[in-house]
Structure formats: C-alpha cells, structure tokens
Nanobody, 124 residues
Framework: QLQASGGGLVQAGDSLRLSCAAS????????MAWFRQGSGKEREFVAA????????PYADSVKGRFAISRDNAASTVNLQMNSLKPEDTAVYYC???????????????????WGQGTKVTVSS
C-alpha cells in the first residue's frame, strides 16, 4: 500500500514536499517514482529513483526544480518541489515497481503499485 501526502494549494514560486509512505512490501527492493496527471491530461512521468538512489533524468518540465529522494529505513519516498508554477497543478501519484529496468523507469506500466494521489494546486 502506498499513501501519498503533502499536496495543497500554494502560490507560484512556493515550495511543497510530497511524501509517500509504503507498507506491506519490502521497500528497498522497489524502484519508486512520481507521476502526475493534470485535469484533462494524460498521466506523465515526473521522477524516479531505484533502491540504491539512482534514477533517470527528470521530466524536462521539472528539471532543476524538483528532487526525488528515498529513505529505505522509513519506507518513504519524497518529492521536493521548488519554484512551483501553475502548470505544475495536478494530482501527484507515487508508484512502486519491483523489476523496473532503467529504460522503463519513465513508463507507468512498469510499476506494480500506485498510491491514491495527492492534489497540488499552484495559483498564479
């Protein structure tokens, strides 16, 4: 089970930190990722991190502003979001995949478990 939290309503330029707590799985064996889905849009990749802390390049739209991290001892993955923009408004989902190869880390279908999503709204 994945439980995402930390969303909210903020102004452009503000920061938010999303967290996703995992339970019922051996967290350190899973690649973790964040995806997001804006209203009327398809779900898109944001960031991913494997069990040793390596990932793939962030989505171009968030590069340099967002940072993903994980705490294997606490079974959590975080997404630090800085310099938020109105176009970052979306529901953010965390995902966990046990056998995710590097070339698939940006693909939603590679992940086995999904959180319920946490809504982020950025006003201009």
């Amino acid at each position: 089970q994945l439980q995402a939290s930390g969303g909210g309503l903020v102004q452009a330029g503000d920061s938010l930190r999303l967290s996703c707590a995992a339970s019922g799985l051996t967290f350190r064996r899973y690649t973790m990722a964040w995806f997001r889905q804006g209203s009327g849009k398809e779900r898109e990749f944001v960031a991913a991190i494997n069990w040793v802390g390596n990932g793939v390049p962030y989505a171009d739209s968030v590069k340099g502003r967002f940072a993903i991290s994980r705490d294997n001892a606490a079974s959590t993955v975080n997404l630090q979001m800085n310099s938020l923009k109105p176009e970052d408004t979306a529901v953010y989902y965390c995902a966990a995949g046990q056998r995710v190869i590097t070339s698939s880390m940006r693909t939603a279908q590679a992940y086995d478990y999904w959180g319920q999503g946490t809504k982020v709204t950025v006003s201009s």
